[in-house]
Each structure stands twice: as structure tokens, then as C-alpha cells.
């Protein structure tokens, strides 16, 4: 069964370093997010990204968040200069939005812990 | 008010025991309605996805939604210690970039 793919699994790094998360969205979807959740909290909306543009964003995505689909198949999610109240599950997920079918299907998640 | 709001639980039953879990939400123009299960440090995995107002079956999986009254509900019947895990409601209106608002989750422990 196809599935979102993200790496690294875990990812630790310093206060004001640039991070770079990479999902493989499934391959015949063709919207992709990119969400967050901070430990005992909700899941959270940063970014959704349709035909190579940003679609919608949250206030949470603000310029020190970027997201690139560099080729056919990897979609990034890039913090220019990580903060401590960075540090969260992140999730990627995609959704066919074909028919009007917007079911989303979520990563594994990248655990970001910025020290 | 918050935009989805879900009981946290711990919702503790017996296996073999209905589960039933709901949410309440405050947009109207919310129409798309979704249940996920997370275990801990996973990903959501989408249950059931339903449109607008009404019933869905999915096996042991059963959703509700009254769009009448903001209410959007889960049904678990004969579950199992495998079901122990957190369950998010998710909504969606149509035309805002397909962005998902999330309930906190309630987590659910059915004991063997």
C-alpha cells in the first residue's frame, strides 16, 4: 500500500542552525502539507502546496519557513534559523485532491529537537 | 471558543466494550470531516473521511456527523487492546488551501 515517507526520523540540532526536513509525498497526489505538533498538543497546520506554489499557510509558517518541491517526487520543509519553541513532531502528509477526494495521508513524522 | 474541541480521557473500557468518541466544532463552514488514530510518536492514521452531514460504516468503525449541531462522532464497537491509542477529529472547508483544524485528541485504553 503506498504510503508518505519522511526523513530523518530524528533530527537534532543547535538554536540558529537551518534544517531541512524531506517527506516523499504518495506518488499520484498531487497536494502536499506539511504540519506540526509540540509534545501534548494539538496537531497543527503549517503549510499546503498545489502545483508548485504555496496554496495556504498558518501564521505559525512565517519567513524563517520555506517549503520546495525540488523534483518529482521529494517535497522539503527548510527552518532558516531553528529556535528552541521549534522543537515538535513534524508531519507531512498528501492528498490526491482529484474528484474532490481530500483525503490526507500523513508521515511517520520527523522529531525535531533543537537544543 | 476553539475551533474543534475533543474530551482529552483518558476514555478507559473494557475490550470488547463500545467505544464512542465525539467532537464539537464552531465554523459552519467546516464540511468535510475526518477521524484519525495516533499512537504515541506516530503519525495519524486516517480512519474514516465523511462529507457533510450523516453516517458512514467502515467495518468496527462507525462516524456521525450533525452538521445541525457542530457534532461529529466515532463508534468503535468490539474493541481491542489494539485500539488503545489517541484519536484526533479533524475538519476541513472547502477552499481554504485544504488546511486541516484538529481537535487535542482523546485517548483511548481498552484493557484486555
Known amino acids: 500500500e503506498p504510503e508518505v515517507t519522511q526523513t530523518p526520523s530524528h533530527q537534532v540540532t543547535q538554536m540558529g542552525q537551518e534544517v531541512i526536513l524531506r517527506c516523499v509525498p504518495i506518488?499520484?497526489?498531487?497536494?502536499f502539507y506539511w504540519y506540526r505538533q509540540i509534545l501534548g498538543q494539538k496537531v497543527e497546520f503549517l503549510v499546503s502546496f498545489y502545483n508548485n506554489e504555496i496554496s495556504e499557510k498558518s501564521e505559525i509558517f512565517d519567513d524563517q519557513f520555506s517549503v520546495e518541491r525540488p523534483d518529482g517526487s521529494n517535497f522539503t520543509l527548510k527552518i532558516r534559523s531553528t529556535k528552541l519553541e521549534d522543537s515538535a513532531m513534524y508531519f507531512c502528509?498528501?492528498?490526491?485532491?482529484?474528484?474532490?477526494?481530500?483525503?490526507?495521508?500523513f508521515g511517520p513524522g520527523t522529531r525535531l529537537t533543537v537544543l | 471558543q476553539k475551533e474543534v474541541e475533543q474530551d482529552p480521557g483518558p476514555l478507559s473500557v473494557p475490550e470488547g466494550a463500545i467505544v464512542s468518541l465525539n467532537c464539537t466544532y464552531s465554523?459552519?463552514?467546516?464540511?468535510?470531516f475526518m477521524w484519525y488514530r495516533q499512537y504515541s510518536r506516530k503519525g495519524p492514521e486516517l480512519l474514516m473521511y465523511?462529507?457533510s452531514s450523516g453516517n458512514k460504516e467502515d467495518g468496527r468503525f462507525t462516524a456521525q456527523v450533525d452538521k445541525s449541531s457542530k457534532y461529529i462522532s466515532l463508534f468503535i464497537r468490539d474493541s481491542q487492546p489494539s485500539d488503545s491509542a489517541t484519536y484526533l477529529c479533524?475538519?476541513?472547508?472547502w477552499g481554504a488551501g485544504n488546511k486541516l483544524t484538529f481537535g487535542g485528541g482523546t485517548r483511548v485504553l481498552v484493557k484486555p
Open positions: 465523511t462529507y
Open positions: 465554523n459552519s463552514a467546516f464540511q468535510y
Open positions: 506518488s499520484n497526489h498531487l497536494y
Open positions: 502528509a498528501s492528498s490526491e485532491a482529484a474528484n474532490g477526494n481530500n483525503e490526507q495521508f
Open positions: 479533524a475538519t476541513m472547508a
